[in-house]
C-alpha cells in the first residue's frame, strides 16, 4: 500500500519528518526535490523577463538623449533665425521683391481674374437657380457679373468670350426675373421669401420700392387671371384664384413698405464682395482672385431708393389693384362656373368661396371691396340657377322618349306583354331576398313592357338629379359658417345678416326657381303627351300614355304645380281605350239585337221562376256582351281600369246599349203605350190581366225579359250620378220606357229590381272588372 504523503505545513523542523516511516520520508523527498525544481524554473523566467525590460529601458534612454540633441540644434538655429537685423532684411527684400513682380503682372493678373469669376457667374446663377437656392444671392452676383462685364469689355484686347458672356448673362437675367415672378405668384409663399425676392428683383432691375408693389401686384393679378383662364379649370383652379387674390392683400399689408424698405436697406450696409453669401460661393474662388480685381468692384456697394414708397402711397395703389382685380376674378369665375354641371360639386365650391371670403373679410377690411361678397354670391348664384333650370327642363328628355315611341310603334311588338304567369316567371332567380323576382311580378302587374319602362327610366334618371338638388338645398339651410374671427359687437350682426342671406335666402331662391322650373317643365311635358294623345287613334297608344301618366304622377316631385299634370288628357286616352276595347262585344250585341224577333216566344221563358213567373238572369245577348267587355279588359291589363277609367266604360257601354235598344224599340207601333200606362194607375186591377197585355208587334215576354236585362245592366254598369240616370238617353230611361211596354205592375217591378240585384251578387265575380 501506497504511503500516505507527508504535508510541508505539519513540519516545524526537519527533524519531525523523520518521526514517519522510510517510504513516506522517501516520498516526502521527491516532493520537496520537484518542488525546488519548479521553483527553480520559475526564479529562471523571471529573471530573463526583468533583463529583457533592463535592455529596452536602456534602449530607450539613448533614443532619447539623441532627441534631446536634436531639439537643442533646432532651438539653437531658430534662436539665430529670429534675429530682429535678419527679419527686417527678409521683408525689406520681399516687399521690392513683390512690388517689381506686381508691376510687371498687374494688368494681365487682374484681367485674368476678372474674367475668371466673370465666367464663374454663369455657373453660381445657373446652380441656384435651377437647385431652389437664394434668388437674392443669384442677383447679387448678377450684379457682379455687370460690373465684371463692364471693366473686361473697356479693355482694348477683349476676348470674343466676354460677350458671349454678356449674352449668357442677359439670359439667365431673363431666367432670374421669371424665377422670382413664380416666387412672387406662389399662394403658400412666407413674407422672408416674399421679401427676398422682392429685393433679388430691385436688384436685378434696378427697381425702386414703388416699382417693386407695381410688379409684384401685377405679376399676381396675372396669376389670378392665369388660374381662370385654363382650358379645364375646375374648383381647386377657382378657389386658388380667390385665394390669390385674398393672400395678395395680405402679403402687400405685411411686406410693403416698412420690411421691404429694412431689407432693401441693409443690401447698401456691405460691398457686394465682402458679403458672406457670395464670399462662400465656391465657384467664384474669391479667395484666390479677390486682390486681382480692381477696387471700383471690390468696394461696390449697391444703391437702392429703399424709402420712396410711404405707407399711405401704398395703400392707395393696393386699393385700385384690389378693385380692379376683383373685377377680373368675378368675370373669371363666372367663366369658370359656365363649364361646370355637377350640382353638388357647385355647391361645395360656393362653401368654400364664401367661407374664405368671410374668413378674410377682417384680416383684409377696407381693401376689398363692399359689394364684394354680393358679386361673388350673385356669380355663384346665377350659375346655380341656370343648373336647377337645365336640371328641370331635362324633362324634355322624357317627352322625347314618348314621342320617339310612338313614332317607331309597331303593333304587337311595342305594345306587347309578359304575362304574369308566364313560365319565364318560375324560372327566375330567387337569391338576395328574391329582388328580381318581385321586381318582375311588380312590373308585369303594372304593364311596364319594354317601352314604358324606357321612359320610366329617363324619367327616374331626371328625378334623380331633382332630388339631389333639392337634398343638397336642405344641406344649404343647415349649413353652419364659421365666425371664430369675429371679435367687434358690429362685425357680428353683419356677419349674422351675411349668414342669413347664405343658409336663408339663397336656398329660398333656388327653391323658387326650381318649383317655377319643375312647373314650366311639367306644363311642356303634359303639352307634349297631350299632342301626342290627340295623334294617337290607336287604343294600344292610348293604353302606353295612360301607364307612363300614371308612373310619373305615382312619382311626381314635392315641388312645382304637379298635381294636374296629365288630368286634362286621361280623359281622352280613357275615351280611346274604351272605344278600342268595347267595340267588338258592342258590334256583336247590336248585330243581335237588330237580328232579334220580338214578336217570338223567349228562348229562356221555361226559365222564369215565381207566381207570376219573372225572368231570373238576363238573356244570353246581354251575358255575351258583358263577358265579352270583361275579356276585352284583361287582355288590355287590369292596371288600365282605375275607377276613373271603369267608370268612363261603364258610361259608354250604357250609351251605345241605350242607342241600340232605342233604335231596335223604336219601329214598333206605340199605340198601346198610353193605355199601358192608364193601366197602371187603375185600383184594385187583376194582376194576371195586366200580364196578359200585349204591346204592339212585341211579345209581351220579351218586353218583360228587355225589362230585367235593362234593370240588369243598370245594376252592372251603375257609373253615371244620379242626375244622370234621371237623364234622357240613360239605361233608367229606358227601363221607364219598357215598364210601360210591358205592362208590369209596380209591385212586379220591385220584384224585378230585387231578382237582378240578386243575380249581380251571385255573378260579380265573373265581372270582376266591374264590380
Not at 520537496?32 to 524554473?41: T, V
Not at 338629379?465 to 336642405?474: A, D, G, L, R, S
Not at 262585344?585 to 223567349?602: G, H, M, P, Q, Y
Request: net charge neutral.
Amino acid at each position: 500500500m501506497a504511503a500516505k504523503p507527508l504535508d510541508s505545513e505539519i513540519l516545524k523542523t526537519w527533524d519531525d519528518a523523520f518521526q514517519y516511516p522510510i517510504p513516506t520520508v522517501r516520498q516526502f523527498e521527491k516532493q520537496l526535490r520537484s518542488g525546488l525544481i519548479n521553483n527553480q524554473e520559475k526564479l529562471r523566467t523571471l529573471v530573463g523577463a526583468s533583463y529583457r525590460d533592463l535592455l529596452g529601458t536602456a534602449e530607450r534612454i539613448i533614443e532619447m538623449d539623441g532627441t534631446m540633441q536634436q531639439v537643442e540644434a533646432h532651438i539653437g538655429a531658430i534662436s539665430r533665425k529670429c534675429n530682429p537685423r535678419t527679419l527686417d532684411r527678409i521683408a525689406q527684400n520681399y516687399v521690392a521683391f513683390d512690388g517689381t513682380f506686381k508691376a510687371q503682372n498687374s494688368e494681365r493678373y487682374t484681367f485674368a481674374s476678372q474674367l475668371s469669376v466673370l465666367q464663374a457667374c454663369p455657373v453660381v446663377i445657373s446652380r441656384l437657380l435651377h437647385k431652389g437656392g437664394s434668388s437674392l444671392l443669384a442677383a447679387k452676383i448678377l450684379v457682379v457679373s455687370r460690373l465684371l462685364h463692364k471693366a473686361l469689355s473697356q479693355t482694348s484686347n477683349a476676348p470674343p468670350l466676354v460677350e458671349k458672356l454678356r449674352n449668357q448673362l442677359a439670359s439667365l437675367r431673363r431666367h432670374l426675373l421669371r424665377h422670382v415672378d413664380r416666387q412672387f405668384s406662389a399662394l403658400n409663399a412666407s413674407g422672408s421669401a416674399l421679401i427676398e425676392a422682392m429685393c433679388a428683383f430691385s436688384l436685378a432691375t434696378s427697381s425702386s420700392p414703388t416699382d417693386v408693389l407695381r410688379h409684384f401686384t401685377h405679376v399676381r393679378l396675372q396669376a389670378i387671371t392665369a388660374q381662370l383662364d385654363l382650358n379645364e379649370a375646375r374648383e381647386p383652379n377657382i378657389l386658388k384664384a380667390l385665394k390669390l387674390y385674398i393672400q395678395t392683400l395680405l402679403d402687400t399689408r405685411a411686406v410693403l413698405p416698412e420690411r421691404l424698405a429694412e431689407s432693401l436697406a441693409r443690401l447698401k450696409m456691405c460691398p457686394l464682395l465682402e458679403d458672406p453669401e457670395v464670399r462662400a460661393a465656391a465657384e467664384l474662388n474669391l479667395d484666390v482672385h479677390e486682390k486681382w480685381i480692381s477696387d471700383d468692384i471690390r468696394i461696390f456697394t449697391p444703391w437702392v431708393g429703399h424709402n420712396d414708397l410711404q405707407k399711405s402711397q401704398a395703400a392707395t395703389l393696393l386699393k385700385e389693384w384690389s378693385k380692379r382685380s376683383f373685377s377680373a376674378l368675378i368675370e373669371g369665375i363666372r367663366g369658370c362656373l359656365s363649364s361646370m354641371s355637377d350640382f353638388r360639386t357647385l355647391v361645395k365650391l360656393r362653401s368654400e368661396i364664401l367661407g374664405a371670403w368671410l374668413d378674410s373679410r377682417n384680416r383684409v377690411a377696407g381693401f376689398i371691396p363692399v359689394e364684394s361678397l354680393e358679386r361673388l354670391r350673385s356669380a355663384v348664384n346665377a350659375r346655380l340657377l341656370e343648373l336647377v333650370r337645365g336640371r328641370a327642363y331635362r324633362l324634355e328628355t322624357v317627352g322625347a322618349q314618348v314621342a320617339a315611341t310612338l313614332q317607331a310603334w309597331k303593333a304587337g311588338i311595342t305594345d306587347a306583354r309578359e304575362d304574369l304567369w308566364s313560365p319565364s316567371t318560375i324560372s327566375m332567380d330567387i337569391g338576395n331576398g328574391a329582388t328580381e323576382f318581385k321586381n318582375t311580378v311588380l312590373d308585369r302587374s303594372h304593364g311596364r313592357n319594354e317601352a314604358v319602362l324606357e321612359v320610366l327610366r329617363r324619367y327616374e334618371a331626371w328625378l334623380g338629379t331633382i332630388v339631389e338638388i333639392t337634398t343638397v338645398i336642405k344641406e344649404l339651410r343647415a349649413q353652419k359658417w364659421d365666425d371664430s374671427g369675429v371679435d367687434d359687437v358690429e362685425d357680428e350682426i353683419d356677419l349674422e345678416s351675411r349668414v342669413a342671406q347664405l343658409s336663408g335666402d339663397d336656398p329660398k331662391l333656388l327653391e323658387d326657381e326650381l318649383d317655377r322650373s319643375l312647373t314650366t317643365a311639367f306644363q311642356e311635358l303634359n303639352s307634349v303627351i297631350m299632342e301626342a294623345a290627340a295623334k294617337s287613334e290607336d287604343g294600344s297608344k292610348a293604353i302606353f300614355l295612360l301607364r307612363v301618366l300614371r308612373e310619373i304622377r305615382q312619382q311626381s316631385p314635392s315641388l312645382g304645380n304637379t298635381d294636374s299634370f296629365g288630368l286634362s288628357i286621361i280623359p281622352i286616352l280613357h275615351t280611346r281605350v274604351v272605344e278600342t276595347t268595347s267595340s267588338t262585344a258592342l258590334k256583336l250585341f247590336e248585330r243581335l239585337i237588330s237580328r232579334t224577333r220580338w214578336d217570338c216566344n223567349v228562348p229562356a221563358r221555361a226559365l222564369w221562376e215565381g207566381n207570376p213567373p219573372l225572368p231570373v238572369q238576363p238573356s244570353p245577348g246581354v251575358f255575351r256582351l258583358l263577358y265579352g267587355l270583361t275579356t276585352s279588359m284583361a287582355e288590355q291589363g287590369s292596371d288600365i281600369w282605375s275607377p276613373t277609367a271603369a267608370r268612363a266604360l261603364k258610361s259608354h257601354v250604357s250609351w251605345h246599349i241605350f242607342a241600340a235598344l232605342s233604335a231596335a224599340l223604336a219601329p214598333m207601333n206605340r199605340g198601346d203605350l198610353t193605355n199601358g200606362h192608364d193601366s197602371e194607375e187603375v185600383n184594385g186591377a187583376n194582376e194576371q190581366e195586366e200580364l196578359d197585355r200585349t204591346t204592339a208587334n212585341m211579345n209581351r215576354d220579351w218586353a218583360i225579359q228587355l225589362l230585367f236585362d235593362v234593370l240588369f245592366l243598370e245594376t252592372v254598369l251603375s257609373a253615371t250620378t244620379k242626375s244622370d240616370e234621371t237623364s234622357t238617353g240613360s239605361l233608367g230611361e229606358l227601363a221607364r220606357t219598357l215598364d210601360v211596354r210591358s205592362g208590369v205592375p209596380e209591385q212586379l217591378r220591385e220584384r224585378l229590381r230585387k231578382t237582378t240585384q240578386e243575380y249581380w251578387k251571385r255573378t260579380y265575380l265573373l265581372f270582376s272588372f266591374f264590380a
